[in-house]
């Protein structure tokens, strides 16, 4: 049966009101984007950015539900259940006035499941995309995939014709320092025009006046000033003094000053991301740490002691003032597959983690490297900070390197960090994207956010599996089957889910998205 959505839902959610008048928005948040390049780098600033000027072919909501964007239809062939029919919405124009059909789609998919797309696993499943008609494609996969809509969300269309002009075939290689036009330029379809762009300073986005949902959605912001701004202090003081009207991360200790400015509102909600650490558990020596000729994190003794010896309440109250959830998992609670048990299993044990140690032949403990962003998550290098301390009590002396995500997030994808901080947002609301990025092993189209350097081929298979698992309890059954490995490797070591924190004008109605990702032809103003 065919999937049609009307695009009303948040529309109607945030108020039928007629248009308060054309208006300039000024958004902040602590990081920019990584690049322009729509499927270069699967990370949320990112993504936000390019959904403001790209769109897929189905996307979320503000309230996280699916809705059509470039497609008006969908859903698995009668004929073939290995296929996905696609009906894409007609009269829809790129920025520079180019028509956008099934061809631009097919280049679109293909160029997302290159090697350096970083949404690649995301179509792992995907034999072929093809397109059927000017306004039709297909998109065939190896066995019937259950949940193929919701891996598309953030699958971005590119103008085939002007990736060809601009030498924008090839996806930026971000990891390796590549420098490109798609880097820097978009020729989207969405609401926004991009303007000008100066990494890590300012990017100003105006509206698309051609843009096909001029009428279906709000469009009371008509151009977006966005400013990264690092330090939090200046950020905040951005918002009082009214320089900027919404940011996205307001800090904990914040909160109250903020909530109670005049003219300011703090809007809370979960977000669909949990924080955790990363271990090199693979490698038969560790470039960072103090042990000769061998890798303490090898060990599954050590990396449970280390998880134990996390006060996850502590730094709930103290570091975050009760903004997070502590997890004992690396799922947030919004996914299918995550489990209540297993996300309540995290406690802090000191004197067993010693035990732990001692059993593993490292009661003198030893020291490593913390990799840590200071620009990405909401206090990020703070969190490592309490860790630090933390981990010292099992003998584990932690030396912390923090630096700006676009200089951290590299260290994973190069695997050139043995203990680092990650976390983890999850839009197809489902585990084998977890598992696809960072529980697989390392290959052409899986784990590239897999900095573990584990790689069980059984397990492998069985989340390969899960792609065309078309017996939904089954596929369950399977997905908690492979949490349990990932719980009793103690692979990573989760920390907590997020809560989001935005700020802005009280006359900004909008709604918090679970996603973080602020979609403004949804805003309006009071």
Not at 176 to 190: I, Q
Not at 314 to 336: D, E, H, L, T
Not at 359 to 377: M, T, V
Not at 386 to 405: C, E, H, R, W
Request: with cysteine; glycine share 6%.
């Amino acid at each position: 049966m065919k999937t049609t959505t009307l695009v009303l839902s948040t529309a109607v959610l945030l108020s039928s009101t007629a248009l308060a008048g054309a208006e300039t928005l000024r958004w902040a948040r602590a990081g920019d984007a990584l690049t322009l390049d729509p499927h270069a780098q699967n990370e949320g600033p990112t993504s936000a950015l390019a959904h403001q000027m790209m769109e897929p072919l189905i996307m979320r909501d503000m309230t996280g539900a699916i809705v059509p964007a470039l497609a008006t239809e969908w859903g698995p062939s009668e004929a073939n259940p290995n296929v996905w029919e696609f009906t894409l919405r007609e009269g829809v124009t790129f920025h520079d006035g180019a028509a956008f059909d099934s061809e631009d789609a097919v280049f679109s998919f293909n160029r997302a499941m290159s090697p350096d797309s970083d949404y690649k696993e995301l179509l792992a499943s995907v034999k072929a995309v093809r397109a059927t008609g000017p306004y039709t494609i297909e998109i065939e996969t190896n066995g019937p995939n259950p949940i193929m809509a919701n891996n598309l969300t953030n699958i971005f269309m590119m103008d085939k014709a002007w990736s060809e002009a601009n030498n924008a075939v090839k996806v930026q290689d971000v990891e390796g320092g590549e420098d490109t036009f798609s880097a820097k330029n978009t020729n989207g379809t969405g609401p926004y025009k991009l303007v000008s762009r100066e990494t890590d300073v300012k990017t100003v986005l105006t509206i698309n006046e051609n843009y096909w949902g001029k009428d279906e959605f709000p469009m009371e912001v008509t151009e977006i000033i966005y400013t990264p701004i690092q330090n939090a202090a200046t950020r905040v003081a951005a918002l009082l003094s009214g320089e900027v009207d919404f940011i996205q991360d307001v800090p904990v200790q914040d909160l109250q000053r903020v909530g109670s400015a005049e003219g300011l509102d703090v809007r809370t909600a979960p977000q669909n991301r949990v924080i955790f650490f990363g271990l090199n558990m693979g490698d038969a020596d560790l470039a960072n740490d103090s042990v000769e000729g061998a890798n303490p994190l090898a060990d599954v003794r050590v990396r449970k002691a280390m998880s134990m010896a996390i006060n996850r309440d502590a730094i709930k109250q103290v570091v975050m003032r009760g903004q997070s959830a502590p997890a004992g998992m690396i799922s947030p609670p919004f996914v299918n597959g995550w489990n209540e048990a297993m996300d309540s299993s995290s406690k802090t044990d000191v004197e067993g983690a010693k035990a732990l140690m001692a059993e593993a032949g490292y009661g003198d403990g030893f020291s490593i490297q913390l990799d840590c962003p200071n620009d990405r998550y909401i206090n990020d290098e703070a969190i490592c900070q309490a860790a630090v301390g933390m981990l010292g009590q099992i003998g584990v002396t932690v030396n912390l390197d923090a630096k700006p995500k676009a200089q951290h997030f590299p260290l994973i994808s190069n695997l050139e960090t043995d203990f680092y901080m990650l976390g983890w947002g999850v839009p197809t609301y489902d585990s084998e994207y977890i598992f696809n990025f960072l529980v697989h092993g390392r290959s052409d189209k899986y784990g590239s956010w897999n900095g573990t350097r584990f790689n069980n081929e059984e397990l492998n298979a069985k989340i390969v599996a899960l792609a065309s698992m078309t017996d939904l309890p089954k596929r369950d059954q399977t997905i908690n089957e492979i949490w349990q490995v990932v719980q009793d490797e103690a692979l990573y070591i989760p920390i907590h889910h997020q809560v989001l924190n935005w700020g802005m004008k009280s006359n900004v109605d909008t709604i918090v998205a679970p996603d973080d990702a602020a979609k403004f032809k949804y805003f309006k103003f009071k």
